[in-house]
């Protein structure tokens, strides 16, 4: 983080600041969802944005995710550049055609005639007794489409970055905030800036072993590489912040250098994104590997409501710091 | 397409018995809402809760012409529908609650209480989510020529969801046995539907050739009226239908949704409270036809509060599942 | 909701030399799609094409009313809409063969030719694909005050896809500068449209409350005057509508379906092609009022023949995309 | 195989004769699609079976890809046995909310007592220049979703006893058909058999190397393991056959034995399948690993039409071949 004026901020302030800011910057710019100006979203993620930009920027929706995101498709190809709000990561398996069959293509298959420089904000992250149905961390299927960008910020400084810079694109990019973080806090220049879509960022330095983690799970690898000190375990924390593109080369570098690796993710493990990110490093830090790349996801059930339930299916530090000390031969 | 608004006592065919039946089930759905919502202040009630407090007489007068194996299919606002079609209220606070002896063992809570042994098939998170379900069923009812209906209850946010419209048309074309019952309680969480919804509701099933009427959802007596003539027709072959039922949420979209007065003000909450509320009216009816009087309805509410109550005392005290149980179920 | 079939010589504003205009955009429609159907009986064309011939009319009345800056989106039977915004064909054969000179340097082919300079926003393989970007294409041109206005081009069959109603919804509400043309040629694929459409075609969009008009789709000059009524309309401020043009397609659903019987009989295509052929009709209209005489008719052909062929010997001489290109545009 | 009466079917005849049996055998099945009746698919895979079974067993639908998935849910969970005909994976876009939000959770979240036995059938595949929106292979996006069975058939003998397994099985099965095996031809037994879901074929054994394949990479492997042959190396085509459950443990072991791996798959290579079977094999066969497991998946770009573009973007039998003698060290 660049050394200058800092407040903190929490991860959905950050949120509305970068928002805020580019609806200032770029008329362009408009955003596009269910209950998103008066109500600021039942989150009140964008509380206030309605004020200061009214309501020919700040859109209220009918409840039809796939009718609106088209909406925004077509209208980041004629010069706008719309931001859209699924309430719930869940509610993307309505807007799958729109994003991937449309969205991610177009500038492909027009030969790069055309372009969709559009965002896609939505939710994920479970342990909010919320079920099934409101729970889900979807990434990994975005991230498996060539023409979109996905972004997993892990902390207010991070959000308000990448988002930024989300806008900014030319591309479709698919911008994911974990619910439980909405509140966290953390410190947030106060001067602009912006974070390039691409780059991942070593959140703690370590030499035993790499713990890739991402969203609300860097929070969590960051709890368990504080239990791993505590028994003399140096983990090096590494959040890729971005999915597509992957900055492969810190991942592997960091793991060429600690030799052991465990990837942590919300989403579904199997299928999920942390067997790319897995295959990846078992890939190219090959020759350095001293104990097989472990992958810690979410349970491959429904997300159950019950809370004893809901509670063992996602990674915890503890299970984080028992899978790192098994690793390293220190259990 | 036919708009009716009001029901002669003949066309209702509610008599004394019926009358208190239903006037006792709307009371229990109405309790089993005040309990949730105190529980979940209390912060003893995980998650969320939609509360379907001041839209009974839609769902009691609708399930009040359901055969126990006709299907249902509700929504993130579905405890009413449960109830009024046939659940116990002591397994439903135990979903609630996310305990073992629920309907779901747990696994659903509020938003996918399902309990196929009264033809529920399941409340939906996904706003018009259920409707392929419904619709599904009703595919099914005719295929197997069970005789079965399907009531696909629904608000009218999912208006916007065009997969609603890929269905009636379906149902159209093979005349399935469904009826699309719309609660339009005004609101899409926070946001007028007047502001979502183009044109006129009744004209997007009629879109379809699909017949469709309107009532008034807080009057039980049209309620049950207008759904026992489109549950006849669609058993007897004559196909699907759409209701439209004009009805109020006097709560917040959820439990925690306290402040209101940014989408909609006091005055109209206290107006549909006071002058339309579904129970009362109901309940001045039974009343004036001499088929209850006062200390009847009293007595409703006073049997609903103690079912209520020892319902919710057995869902507090039944254990939670047991975390080790958490991977099964995910395949048959 | 008004119904027109017959446009009035006034009403239509046609004159000589817009006449002849039309007609040669229509023979040039047509020729080209012959010369298509040949490349790929010859196995010269890779993958399939959907051919417009029969439907010309729609596409040439319509965009005669677009201005260049103007949107249209289309389908996977886009060639003619293509053609009819202003697309040359030499770039669009190319396109089709898969080679770099083509409007999409060959990564597109026949279903997704896209030329932002006459303002197409790209043909589509998922049907009602385009539904969205067009009514998102009015939406910013509302937003910016451009003045433009878009045509979502969609066969009857997109009436199956609940996200049609989705953004119909959307464009009423916010009274988009959106055309929908429905270009109904009896057939999705290989089923009858009575078979998966209950209801009437235009009672869909009048369900939102939505403009709607229908026109025979074989009369130019109809299609020519409702166009201009509707896009004039949606420019002014008047909002979005939807035209409804009956039309027919004489060959197969692709080039490849050569036997047709099994879902309609060659009398049909007879019909429709001997009595109500859009260029036949025209041409004589042009000629009754000594618009135009059957040489000059002719001389359309001729000259849309000679255009036609070196276009294609340019495509066919022009060279593929370098393999090792594959991996640009993926990002922009 | 066992041994008995078989005769040659292509791709398309062996699926059309397990939908014939199913039929024939169980009054609750039935066929919902856009022209699978008169037509039998545009891919003609289907063809005569309306005439055996009539339009109340085969029936056309409108397109509405959303609509009669979602209405397939609710027949099945009411007595019937629904196959849905999905004309292209690509659509897949279109009923991933009845499918990952419904069918596949109904059964968990209603703690077992509803259930969803439907199958739904679908293409995958590139090379038929067919272009972005009607090439791709997604069968990754499902893999990932728990309550979902996933299976992908790699010959006509596969296609028909996997197929009689998904439409008895209890739990909402996604089928993927190669387009380009359809007139594929192989052997099939003229009497009934079955083949549970879950199981790995090998489809060739061999000692040097393990190629793992799906699907038409299999016969691309097959291809592959010929050449390899001829150059001295013995490798070992190991078919998944589904994604999910995925038998783990034969692809471990053959690993273990050959100490090599590739994985080859028609999706998207990034967070696609072979990821998974990438990083199950890099730890479950870590220790006996003398090479990185390498992944061959589909290029990540949007399929281009044009057929120069279009061919180098999938795994080729040469490819593989290149792979595989690099990985050992005979290059
Ligand atoms: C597809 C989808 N989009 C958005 C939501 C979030 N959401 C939950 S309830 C609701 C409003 C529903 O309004 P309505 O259908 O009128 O039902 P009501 O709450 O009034 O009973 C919304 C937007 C959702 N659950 N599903
Ligand atoms: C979402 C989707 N479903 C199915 C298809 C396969 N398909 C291509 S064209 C077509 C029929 C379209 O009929 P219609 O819209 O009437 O257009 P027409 O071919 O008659 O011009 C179908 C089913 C598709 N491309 N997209
Ligand atoms: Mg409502
Ligand atoms: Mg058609």
Redesign the interface.
């Given at each position: 983080m660049p050394e200058t004026a800092v407040r903190e901020l929490t991860f959905a302030e950050a949120i509305r600041e970068a928002l805020a800011e580019e609806l200032r910057r770029d008329p362009r710019v408009v955003v596009l969802g269910e209950d998103v100006a008066e109500a600021g979203t039942p989150f009140k993620v964008l509380s206030g944005l309605v004020e200061e930009f009214g309501t020919t920027r700040i859109i209220d929706t009918p409840i039809s995710e796939a009718g609106f995101t088209g909406l925004a498709v077509g209208a980041a190809m004629t010069g706008m550049r719309p931001i859209v709000d699924i309430m719930f990561g869940d509610f993307l398996t309505l807007v799958m055609d729109q994003m991937v069959n449309q969205a991610a293509k177009i500038h492909y298959m027009s030969g790069g005639a055309l372009q969709v420089p559009m965002v896609l904000r939505t939710t994920m992250g479970a342990t909010r007794r919320s079920a099934a149905q409101h729970s889900q961390s979807l990434h990994a299927w975005v991230s498996h489409v060539p023409g979109l960008k996905v972004v997993l910020p892990s902390t207010p400084y991070d959000a308000k970055g990448l988002l930024k810079s989300a806008i900014r694109d030319q591309n479709p990019v698919v911008f994911f905030e974990d619910k439980m973080m909405y509140r966290l806090k953390g410190p947030v220049p106060l001067e602009e800036y912006t974070i390039p879509l691409g780059v991942a960022d070593i959140k703690r330095p370590g030499t035993d072993i790499t713990i890739v983690a991402t969203s609300s799970m860097v929070q969590t690898a960051m709890a368990a590489a504080e239990l791993l000190e505590q028994v003399g375990i140096s983990a090096e924390v590494v959040d890729p912040r971005t999915t597509s593109p992957l900055d492969r080369d810190t991942l592997v570098d960091s793991v060429k250098k600690t030799s052991r690796a465990i990837v942590v993710d919300e989403g579904h493990e199997r299928y999920g994104v942390t067997a790319e990110i897995a295959a990846v490093i078992a890939d190219g830090a090959f020759y350095h590997l001293d104990a097989p790349v472990k992958r810690l996801g979410a349970m491959d059930v429904p997300v159950p409501f019950s809370p004893p339930l809901e509670d063992v299916t996602v990674p915890t530090e503890n299970t984080i710091f028992d899978l790192a000390r098994t690793l390293c031969g220190k259990a | 397409m036919t708009i009716h608004t009001q029901a002669t006592r003949a066309e209702s065919g509610i008599d004394a018995a019926r009358g208190l039946q239903m006037y006792s089930q709307m009371a229990r759905i109405r309790v089993f809402e005040e309990r949730v919502n105190e529980l979940y202040t209390r912060a003893i009630m995980?998650?969320?809760a939609h509360l379907y407090i001041g839209q009974e007489a839609v769902a009691v007068g609708v399930c009040a012409q359901l055969e126990p194996d006709d299907?249902i299919?509700s929504t993130h606002r579905g405890h009413g529908h449960c109830l009024a079609k046939g659940a116990q209220p002591d397994r439903m606070f135990a979903e609630l609650l996310?305990?073992e002896a629920?309907?779901?063992?747990?696994?659903?809570?509020?938003?996918?209480i399902?309990?196929?042994a009264t033809g529920n098939?399941?409340a939906?998170?996904?706003?018009?989510?259920s409707?392929?379900?419904?619709?599904?069923?009703?595919?099914?009812?005719k295929?197997?020529g069970s005789g079965q209906v399907?009531v696909c209850f629904f608000g009218e946010?999912?208006?916007?969801?065009?997969?609603?419209?890929?269905?009636?048309?379906?149902a159209?074309?093979w005349l399935l046995p469904v009826v699309y019952v719309c609660e339009n309680n005004l609101y899409?969480?926070?946001?007028h539907y007047r502001?979502?919804?183009?044109?006129?509701v009744l004209?997007?099933p009629?879109?379809?050739?699909?017949h469709a009427e309107q009532v008034d959802g807080q009057d039980v007596r049209a309620v049950f009226a207008a759904a026992g003539r489109l549950v006849t027709r669609a058993r007897s072959g004559g196909g699907p239908a759409f209701l439209q039922c004009d009805t109020y949420r006097y709560r917040g979209h959820h439990v925690g949704d306290i402040n209101r007065v940014?989408?909609r003000s006091k005055e109209e909450e206290q107006e549909w409270m006071t002058t339309r509320d579904p129970l009362a009216r109901f309940g001045d009816w039974l009343c004036r036809l001499g088929f209850a009087d006062p200390a009847d309805l009293e007595a409703c509410f006073v049997t609903a509060r103690h079912e209520i109550e020892t319902a919710a005392q057995f869902a507090l005290d039944s254990p939670?599942?047991d975390?080790s149980?958490?991977?099964?179920?995910?395949?048959?």
């Open positions: - | 995980p998650g969320l299907y299919t996310g305990k629920g309907y779901c063992r747990g696994r659903g809570g509020s938003m996918h399902a309990d196929p098939l399941g939906n998170a996904i706003v018009a989510g409707a392929g379900v419904a619709t599904g069923a009703a595919f099914s009812a295929w197997r399907a946010g999912a208006l916007g969801q065009g997969v609603l419209y890929e269905v009636m048309n379906l159209q074309l899409n969480e926070y946001t502001e979502t919804t183009a044109g006129e004209a997007r009629a879109a379809f050739g699909m940014f989408y939670f599942p975390a149980d958490v991977q099964r179920h995910v395949y048959a």
